[in-house]
Each structure stands twice: as structure tokens, then as C-alpha cells.
């Protein structure tokens, strides 16, 4: 009998793969029950941050295994991070699997299952689906005229094939920029996969409006060209009669050329092999062509961006993506594109000139494809709402429309609630509605809300607001401003607040707002001034201002003076500059700026500049001159021109425009009005200067004069605790002298607690409490609120201090090991012990703190403990101590917590599933009470 070749072997390895990950996705189905989308599993996913399964789990995952394969494995197969070390350990105990292992039936498969997780570059990600279902149609493309365009992943991969191979013989190599200028179309598509399959970086333009701009057009983006060191553009055929002047703008251009140019069916690039941390796409902030700033995005950071927009979306194959963003833009190239080809969603475009020509094309377009994710900046809505008519919209069902999102411009909440009214006759659900936030940095999301929730506004008060930058919810009638709600941030991303003087602040309280997580970008190509502005320390500044509440981000205005307008920034320089060259117009006397409009959101583009020309229809020819310069610089109309008098224009003493200032002129109705004197202006803008950083430096003394002597409280409370312990003799003594001191450490510090639901623990008999895990101040928290004495479960590493060691003891808490399984399976023994001596558990199931906001996944270790000894587990939801103390922040404030204890839940069975149960109870209880969001979900 011959022993199996290669092939044969790989195939029964191949299969005992099969299985163990059927047997992995099972456990982690069951142990997630209310998961909409549960984490996806692989060899590579880790057991316990990937997949959620904590110690206990892995217990029960090892027990599983050993029973479906018939194996004892050895007790380090408990520490196993992830189903590879697994199968490495059954192959160990087993040999191989056998050929004859049952496979699962062809019929339980459906057509395209989960989505390319091991995948660590892009073209990895096309790789799996080729493999898998290479003819399902990827693409719809709607051009100008005629049918639409359907390209499978096949087809798709072909034409790049072949366009790679074109560049190739042009010496284009791995690592190499090339510049894509093409309007929405299936040479867009197939060019930019060419580059990647070659491991060359796209760098998108955006192409131009009208054809009599293409030499400024081009002209202006050599600086871009020239930043990126862009060796090949590839454009329309029009473009090719420029080349000699581009090349002079940017010296490393070798040669502009087409995709037709570049098809060559007989020959194909080869794959240059790029690595997850190589550059995938140079993203330029689409204007920026007075001082380039390329956000430089690897394959990694695109799909971390990406695997995090799908699990918040609940994103699967059956979804249907209709767009009409441009390519060159994050949100439809990332976003709607990428996402699209990554998650095997049929996409369907439509190039942005044809929804303008036709805004309600799109909706038509999501009611013929059956679209479940579109959407696009505020001003997209409100064509649509300008352009409708019932004749038109006839017959149109937008009922399955699930995720409408809306963003990369400012959010009008009046906007969103006239397009749910409007469209509700066709089907509509105004929960599908979605504000959210992102940023090029951020390779295109960072903050996005659950599917279903409809939007969320925040109504604060606006005097106090504007003075304080405190956030006050009002009712009734107050003057009051309005944010909109764009939900949490994405899974692995945080987001925070910081005031002017860099500290960080607390919730309901406006600052900018600072950035990090795995898809944040590195910086800007070859702009180290640029990248160090960029970075906060370890997080990103964003430029733009707002503040949290509960963990969801609300956007409250820009720092920068970045103009979002059509859902393309503006950047005023370049604008100022192209102005203040034509005749009539003081040089170096013009500021551009946006005015958003209250109602709908929509950031008017305003042009102010200086003229001494007094003569009506000269002004008129220069208003024009102004609006026409407007348009062939950016492409867009102005939508006021206001020609002033020389000196209107505010200036910095340095001659730089003042645009905020500038603004205020213009929103008050007193531009070109006469000034006030020098000596009036200099001492007004002083003292406004002296006592806006006199209330900064105020409050940050106040924050931590209080500090000092909350610490000071707490530190004289602990002392008397832990003297009185060392003493007394019963634990229930100790407790209640700790119980009495923290409550009055708490009065003397301005932390009000309310409790609710006390009465559940009264004549409740041993049992285990589980609490959310928010703040260092939790355990504290509860010990003042609760009428009975618990046993904590703490980290280990709390007793590494001698003096914290025997304090914790004396009072009963029992130390657990998290890093190591197999340590923490046996600790986990001592809790059975003390159940069974009579004892009380108190446990945060979550585990180590996270400063974010949001629930995360519960351990199983208490539940398994309750269901083993038959006693109830205790839910109790912490709210507000994350705000009184984040994360490693070591800076108090004062505040109210609330303390809301359920009812206790009996276990009816025992096993895992029961467990589970008790798990999903009380993780509901706590998810509905404390005020955050869901980071399990």
C-alpha cells in the first residue's frame, strides 16, 4: 500500500481544516446568540480578541474538539491563541484526517459564503473571490447613454490583467505612482486594479469638468503630480496634447497616456507580490494643489477601514450598493467601491455628472437594482428633494433602502427629516438615515451609528454653548443649537476631546476632536512638517470640533478653514490667489470662506474682495470675471461674490487673511462699513485675547486644584480602611467600615450617587453580581451603593503592590490571572470555592477597562460559576463614571453616577447553553441602562 502524495495529504488537511473551523464558527454562533454578523473565523483569527472567546470558552471549544475528532489533547492545547495552533494539535494527537471525514453538504453552502478575512492586501481580497465565484457580477457601470455595463470579478480582472501588462512594458515597477484622471467607467476600475496587481500606488484626480479646462486643469495639479513623484498619468485621449507642458510642471512625468494605450490583450503584468504594510492609494484632499498633502493608506489601513464599516453595517453579500460618489473621492472609491469588491456586493454607479444632470436618477437606480446601502453628502438629498416629482417618482419603491447614509459635508437634521417626509409615499424608512463622520486620515470612516437608528439629534442650549463650550441639553422654546448624533466610533477606533490647552475633556463639552485606531494613516507623502501637525502624540488630530455624549461623536464646526462644499473641499489659497490676479481686484485682498446655511445644512462658498472700481457696470463685468475664475479653478459656481471697499478684509499684522473674521463681517452685515480706530481695534482684540486664555487657564487650574483634593480625600479614606483592616477581625466588619467611608469620601468629592433596584439584593442569598466596566471608580462606586459585602474578582496584577495586596485580601476580593489560560482556568477555581463556602461574587465580566465608550463582550467565567453552583446572577448597570474618570486620565470630576440593580436570574439548567443565557440576560439588562453603546454587536 502506497503511502498518499502531496496532493492527497493537502487534501485531508484541507478538510480537517474544514471541520475544525465549522466547529470554531459553531461555538462562536452559540456563544454570541444576538450577534447580527458574528465575528468571521479563519486559522489566523485570535481566540480571544478576534473571536471573543475567553477562557471558559476555550475550555469548552478544546472539549468539543476532542469529542468530534476522537483525540485527548494535551493541556497546552488551552492556551491555544488561535485554530491553527488547534489543528497543529490535532494533527499532533491524530496523525491526519482521515480521507473519509464527513465534508458538509454542497446544499448548506450558500453561494457566497463570509468574506476574504485572511486577506492582507487588496489583491489578496479579489483573489478569494476569483476563486470562489469569478463570473458573479461585481460591477454595473451606467455611462452617460445607452444600457448599462455589467463586469463579473472575471471580467473585471481580465482587463486589468491585460492593462498591467501595458504598464509593465512601460517599466512601470512595484512601488511606482501613477495618477489616475478618468471619469467614472470600466477604465477606471480596470486601471486602478492594473496598478495594484503590478504593486504600483493610484493616485486619484479628480478629472475635469468641461474639456475647454483641461490645460489649467492640469496645470494646476502638476504640483500633486510632482509631491506624488508620479511617473505615468493615465487620462482621457484629450489630455495627451498637454504632455509637454505637464511634464515641465511635474519633471518626473514619463508620458501620459490611455487605458487603450495600455491594453495589450496578448500579454499580462505579473503580480508583484505587495506586502499588507506597502502603499495602496495616495488619497490628495481633492483642491489641495497650492500645498499638497498626499494621506498616505497601506492595504492594512484600508482594510481595517474596511472589515470595520462592514461589521457596524451588518454588511453581506446580498446587500446591493448603489453610487454615485466620485472615484476619486474616499467615500466612493473606499467606501462604495473597495467595500463593495471586498464584501462580494453587487455594486452599481453612476457617474456624479449624471446624478446632478438627474438627481433622482439615483433613487430610480436603488428601486430597478433593489439597493440596500447608498448615500452621499447633504447636499445629494437636497437635489433630490429639489428635483422631485410625483410624475417622475411613479412606481419608484425605496422600501428596501436599509443604511442612507450621509456625510463628508456638514449634516442639516432638517434636511434628513424633509427626505424621510418626502419619500415616505415610495417606501422609505426614515431609520434607514444614517449621519456619519469620517476623514481622508482615517482612510474614509471613523464614526458611524447602528443600521436602524434614524437619526439623532441634540438640542443645547446656545448661550452657554458658545461661552462655555458646554453642551447643555434645552426643551421647550430656549434658544438653542442643534448637532446632529453620527454615532460611535469604529470597532478598534477612538475618539477623543481635547481642549485648547491639549488636556483632554469630559462629555458634553465642545474641543477638537483627536483620532486613532488601525486604520489611521501614517502621515502625508514626503510632508514631514504636515505629518508632525498631524499627530497628537499617539492620535491624530482631525481639525474639526465637537463633543461625545455617551460614546457618539456630534460634530459642532471646523478648526481648519477647509471649505466642504458639493462634497469636494475647497481650499480658499489657491481660490484667493487665481482672484486676486484679475484686473480691478487689490492683490492679496480677497478671502474665501463657506457660510452654512441653518436649514439645510449646505456650506455656501462666499468670495469677498477689494476693489476701488466704482463704476456699476464695471463692478458687474468684475462679479462675473470673479464667478467664471470660481468655476475653472474648483469647478464650482461662487454662490455670493461681495466686491468692498480697500481695507475690508481683515488681516493678521503678519498680511494674513483673516477669513474666520472675515466671516463674522459678512454674517453681521458689516462688511465694507467704516473700522474703528487702530489704537480701538488692537486694544479690543487684546483684551478679547486676554480673557478668552484667562478662562482657559482658570478652568484647567480649577480641574486640578479639584484633583488634588479629590486624591487627597481618597488617600485619607484608604489610609483609615486600611489600618481599620489589618484590625478587625470579621470581613463583614471591614466591609462595612469601607462601605462608609467611600460613601463619605464620595459626599466630600461631588459624587452624587443614585441608586435604583437596591432592593433586589436584600433578600437575595449568595449569588453572582456582574457590573459594566467603565472607570477605575467602578469598584468604588459600588462598594458605596451596595447594602452587602462581595468578593471582588481583580486583575493580578492589582496585588503587585504589597499595601494594595493586603488591603484587597483583608476584604475578600480574589485575584485572577488574564493573560495566561490556562493560570486563569485555575484561578477561576477559587471562585467555585467561595460560592460554595456561602460568598457573594462581585465581577466586571468585561475584564480590563477601555477608555471608549461602549459595552464590550462578557467573559463566561462568572456565568459558568452561577450555573455550576445553581445560584442567580445579579446584574448591575454602572452609568457616568466612565466621564468621571476615562481610561488611564488619573483626573477626577465631580458628577452624578447612577447604581441600577435587576432582578436576580436564576439559572433553570446546567451546561453551556444555560450559561450563555444567563450571559446574554444580563448583558441586555446593563446594555439598556448605561448609556453606552454596544461594541459586541
Not at 330 to 344: R, V
Request: hydrophobic share 40%; with cysteine; charged share 25%.
Amino acid at each position: 500500500m502506497t503511502e498518499p502524495g502531496p496532493r492527497a495529504a493537502s487534501r485531508d488537511r484541507e478538510a480537517l481544516t474544514d471541520q475544525l473551523l465549522e466547529i470554531v464558527h459553531r461555538l462562536v454562533r452559540e456563544s454570541h446568540p444576538g450577534a447580527t454578523a458574528p465575528p468571521a473565523v479563519a486559522l489566523e483569527s485570535r481566540l480571544d480578541r478576534d473571536l471573543g472567546l475567553d477562557s471558559m470558552a476555550r475550555a469548552e471549544l478544546v472539549l468539543r474538539v476532542e469529542r468530534a475528532f476522537n483525540v485527548d489533547l494535551p493541556e497546552q492545547a488551552l492556551a491555544a491563541d488561535t485554530p491553527a495552533e488547534l489543528l497543529e494539535a490535532i494533527v499532533s494527537a491524530h496523525g491526519h484526517a482521515s480521507a473519509d471525514r464527513p465534508q458538509p453538504s454542497p446544499m448548506e453552502i450558500p453561494p457566497v459564503t463570509g468574506a476574504p478575512r485572511q486577506a492582507t492586501t487588496l489583491t489578496d481580497a479579489l483573489d478569494w473571490h476569483l476563486d470562489r465565484h469569478a463570473d458573479r457580477p461585481h460591477l454595473t457601470i451606467y455611462a452617460s447613454d445607452g444600457p448599462p455595463e455589467t463586469l463579473s470579478y472575471a471580467e473585471l480582472d481580465r482587463r486589468a490583467r491585460t492593462v498591467a501588462g501595458g504598464l509593465t512594458a512601460r517599466g512601470i515597477r512595484r512601488g511606482d505612482a501613477l495618477a489616475l484622471m478618468l471619469p467614472t467607467g470600466a477604465e477606471y476600475f480596470t486601471a486602478f486594479l492594473a496598478a495594484l496587481r503590478i504593486g504600483a500606488t493610484p493616485v486619484p484626480i479628480y478629472p475635469p469638468a468641461r474639456a475647454s479646462q483641461l490645460e489649467e486643469h492640469l496645470r494646476r495639479h502638476g504640483r500633486i503630480l510632482t509631491n506624488a513623484e508620479v511617473r505615468v498619468l493615465i487620462t482621457v485621449a484629450e489630455a495627451r496634447q498637454v504632455a509637454r507642458l505637464l511634464r515641465a510642471e511635474a519633471p518626473r512625468l514619463e508620458g501620459i497616456v490611455t487605458v487603450d494605450e495600455l491594453t495589450r490583450p496578448e500579454t499580462s503584468g505579473e503580480d508583484e507580490a505587495a506586502g499588507s504594510d506597502d502603499l495602496a492609494l495616495l488619497q490628495y484632499t481633492s483642491g489641495s494643489t497650492g500645498d499638497p498633502k498626499g494621506v498616505t493608506l497601506t492595504h492594512a489601513q484600508l482594510l481595517a477601514n474596511i472589515r470595520a464599516m462592514g461589521e457596524r453595517l451588518d454588511v453581506t453579500p446580498e446587500d446591493v450598493f448603489v453610487s454615485w460618489l466620485p472615484l476619486y473621492h474616499d467615500m466612493g472609491l473606499i467606501a462604495a467601491w473597495l467595500g463593495s469588491l471586498y464584501y462580494a456586493m453587487p455594486l452599481v454607479v453612476m457617474s456624479p455628472l449624471g446624478f446632478l444632470a438627474r438627481p433622482l436618477r439615483w433613487l430610480e437606480i436603488i428601486h430597478q437594482h433593489g439597493g440596500t446601502i447608498s448615500g452621499g453628502p447633504n447636499f445629494g438629498y437636497e437635489l433630490c428633494l429639489r428635483a422631485i416629482t410625483s410624475e417622475r417618482l411613479e412606481g419608484v419603491d425605496l422600501s428596501g433602502w436599509r443604511v442612507a447614509f450621509n456625510g463628508a459635508e456638514p449634516v442639516s437634521p432638517v434636511t434628513m427629516e424633509r427626505f424621510a417626509e418626502a419619500f415616505a409615499p415610495h417606501g422609505f424608512r426614515r431609520e434607514a438615515l444614517m449621519p456619519v463622520y469620517g476623514l481622508a486620515e482615517a482612510a474614509v470612516g471613523l464614526c458611524v451609528p447602528t443600521p436602524g437608528r434614524g437619526p439623532v439629534s441634540d438640542r443645547v442650549g446656545r448661550e452657554k454653548f458658545v461661552a462655555t463650550g458646554k453642551a447643555e441639553p434645552v426643551h421647550g422654546d430656549e434658544p438653542a443649537l442643534t448637532f446632529v448624533n453620527c454615532g460611535p466610533p469604529l470597532s478598534g477606533h477612538e475618539v477623543r476631546i481635547v481642549g485648547a490647552a491639549g488636556q483632554e475633556l469630559a462629555e458634553r463639552r465642545e474641543g477638537e476632536i483627536e483620532f486613532r485606531g488601525p486604520s489611521a494613516t501614517d502621515g502625508y507623502l514626503y510632508n514631514e512638517d504636515a505629518t508632525r501637525s498631524l499627530y497628537d502624540g499617539p492620535w491624530l488630530r482631525t481639525g474639526d470640533r465637537g463633543y461625545l455624549v455617551g460614546g457618539d461623536v456630534h460634530i459642532s464646526g471646523r478648526s481648519k478653514d477647509v471649505i466642504v462644499r458639493g462634497g469636494r473641499n475647497v481650499y480658499p489659497y489657491e481660490l484667493e490667489e487665481a482672484v486676486g490676479r484679475l484686473q480691478g481686484v487689490r492683490k492679496g485682498c480677497v478671502a474665501v470662506f463657506g457660510n452654512p446655511d441653518a436649514e439645510t445644512g449646505v456650506e455656501a462658498l462666499v468670495v469677498v474682495a477689494e476693489t476701488r472700481v466704482k463704476d456699476t457696470d464695471e463692478r458687474e463685468r468684475l462679479a462675473q470675471a470673479i464667478r467664471e475664475a470660481t468655476v475653472d479653478i474648483i469647478n464650482l459656481p461662487a454662490d455670493d461674490v461681495r466686491l468692498v471697499p480697500p481695507h475690508s478684509v481683515l488681516k493678521t499684522s503678519s498680511g494674513k487673511i483673516r477669513r474666520a473674521a472675515t466671516r463674522e463681517l459678512y454674517r453681521s452685515a458689516r462688511l465694507g462699513a467704516p473700522t474703528a480706530a487702530a489704537w480701538w481695534q488692537v486694544l479690543r482684540l487684546a483684551t478679547e485675547s486676554a480673557v478668552t486664555r484667562l478662562r482657559a487657564r482658570t478652568a484647567r487650574l480649577g480641574e486640578w486644584g479639584y484633583a488634588v483634593y479629590a486624591w487627597a480625600v481618597f488617600g485619607v479614606m484608604a489610609t483609615l480602611v486600611g489600618s481599620s483592616a489589618v484590625v478587625l477581625p470579621r470581613r463583614q466588619w471591614r466591609w462595612w467600615l469601607a462601605r462608609r467611608c467611600v460613601r463619605l469620601a464620595a459626599a466630600m468629592t461631588g459624587i452624587r450617587i443614585q441608586r435604583e433596584g437596591i432592593e433586589h439584593l436584600t433578600d437575595c442569598g449568595p449569588c453572582v453580581l456582574v457590573a459594566n466596566h467603565a472607570s477605575y471608580l467602578d469598584a468604588l462606586v459600588l462598594t458605596a451603593a451596595l447594602p452587602r459585602d462581595f468578593r471582588y474578582l481583580a486583575k493580578r496584577e492589582l496585588g503587585r503592590n504589597a499595601l494594595v495586596r493586603v488591603l484587597l485580601r483583608r476584604l475578600g476580593t480574589l485575584f485572577v490571572e488574564r493573560l495566561d489560560p490556562q493560570a486563569a482556568s485555575e484561578d477561576t477555581q477559587q471562585a467555585f470555592v467561595a460560592i460554595e463556602r456561602g460568598d457573594s461574587l462581585a465581577v466586571f465580566p468585561e475584564g480590563t477597562l477601555h477608555r471608549g465608550a461602549g459595552l464590550g463582550a462578557f467573559h463566561m467565567g462568572a456565568f459558568v460559576a452561577a450555573v455550576r453552583n445553581g445560584i442567580a446572577v445579579v446584574p448591575v448597570a454602572l452609568r457616568g463614571t466612565r466621564s468621571l474618570m476615562r481610561g488611564s486620565d488619573w483626573l477626577p470630576r465631580p458628577g452624578p453616577v447612577g447604581v441600577c440593580v435587576g432582578a436576580p436570574l436564576e439559572p433553570h439548567s446546567d451546561g453551556w447553553s444555560e450559561a450563555v443565557r444567563l450571559r446574554e440576560a444580563s448583558r441586555t439588562f446593563i446594555l439598556d441602562r448605561c448609556g453606552e453603546p454596544d461594541l459586541a454587536s
